[in-house]
């Protein structure tokens, strides 16, 4: 009887070590996942941020006011940023930030050269500072965020705007020289409504994404 109790306790530990070093095999296999594809997450922000790069010379108009087509691109561009963020951590999120901010001035660099246009200097600039410190500011309040909330759909949401608006304003003052049109300010708050918009439902989808393992 004593023998028989011994080796179902036995037999019921194997299965128990057993099923932990399942679970626990599971869990590093799902990290080293993790860890491998946060690159394709990279080439994917740099291809969003080349493809708003060449859609900032394709713009429509409605009454007097004159927009972009690259507006409604931005707002991906800091999601996909977030998704880094939540996913695989601040550390990756500022390379992916560095290598997409390279990425666009390269860009631009080569299309200047197959178009036959002059490199404007100014313009790539005010683009690159806009680009980067505007996202370098989502992803610090972002991180913020995640780190002391529990993901406030609204505060994701002003973070979004807040992040749009220091974009505009740094590629204004230095691509511009701080020289402002007429009717800048119509279509700067015009802009800043419609991305507003449209960020809604990627703010949703934020709010509602899990985090990644090595960020809980």
């Known amino acids: 009887m004593t023998r028989e109790v011994i080796k179902k306790a036995k037999s019921s530990s194997k299965k128990i070590l057993k099923k932990y070093n399942t ?23 740099s291809t969003v941020v080349i493809l708003a790069q060449s859609l900032k010379d394709y ?34 999120s500022i390379i992916s930030i560095s290598f997409s901010g390279v990425a666009m001035v390269v860009f631009s660099f080569i299309m200047s050269f197959v178009i036959g246009q ?18 370098l500011v989502n992803l610090t309040i972002y991180q913020y965020i995640l780190v002391n909330t529990s993901g406030s759909f ?12 220091v974009n505009y304003l740094f590629y204004t003052l230095i ?14 708050f015009s802009t800043l409504i419609i991305q507003g918009v449209f960020c ?16 809980e």
């Open 23 to 45: 679970k626990t095999k599971d869990i590093e296999e799902v990290m080293e996942v993790e860890r491998e594809g946060w690159w394709v997450y990279i080439l994917l922000l």
């Open 118 to 135: 002059n490199f404007s200097f100014y313009d790539i600039c005010g683009g690159f500072c806009g680009y980067v410190i505007s996202q």
């Open 200 to 215: 809604f439902l990627l703010v949703f989808l934020d709010v509602n994404m899990k985090r990644g393992i090595e960020v």
């Open 154 to 165: 609204i505060l994701i949401y002003l973070t979004y705007i807040f992040a749009f608006v």
């Open 59 to 92: 713009t429509f108009s409605f009454d007097n006011v004159t927009l972009t087509y690259s507006i409604f691109i931005l707002p991906v561009i800091y999601f996909i940023t977030n998704f880094i963020t939540k996913k695989y951590g601040y550390g990756k």
């Open 175 to 188: 691509y511009m020289n701080l020289l402002v049109f007429d009717n800048y300010w119509l279509s700067y």
